[in-house]
């Protein structure tokens, strides 16, 4: 089966809730998190990815970004994460929760910011996962 971006995330989903996603290859790992990145931030914005076990892998996801050259978008989920962790986000939904209730005003109103960015697609990061996974 030849991996592409978003169209193998149903079969890779699959695979994570049998085997895990640290069980997961790097492609499936960075199909996978960045699949659940866009699907939270295109439904409810950054404040959802954290909100919901998506933010769960924020941290895998900002380096799969990375990886595959998606820069505009790997700015974006960090500055999201600095807003409300300070850096790197808590893998423990609960921690994450805590922190999102915080201050959350001003919060989401910074990250309303970066959600109106990343729902401008100025970055192809489609296109850069799917050259990364054929290489």
């Given at each position: ?44 914005g950054f404040h959802q ?5 998506a933010g769960n892998y ?78």
């Amino acid at each position: 089966m030849r991996k592409n971006y978003p169209d193998s995330f149903i079969l890779i989903s699959k695979k994570e809730g049998l085997i895990g996603f640290d069980s997961l290859s790097e492609e499936d790992q960075i199909i996978f998190s960045v699949w659940w990145l866009e699907a939270e931030v295109n439904n409810g914005g950054f404040h959802q990815v954290f909100w919901n076990s998506a933010g769960n892998y924020a941290n895998q996801t900002l380096s799969a970004l990375e990886k595959v050259g998606a820069d505009k978008n790997a700015a974006l989920l960090k500055s999201a994460m600095d807003i409300v962790f300070g850096g790197v986000a808590p893998v423990e939904r609960d921690a994450r929760q805590l922190l999102l209730e915080q201050d959350e005003e001003r919060k989401y109103e910074e990250l309303s910011e970066l959600d109106t960015e990343f729902y401008k697609y100025e970055e192809n990061f489609h296109k850069l996962i799917n050259e990364f996974i054929v290489k």
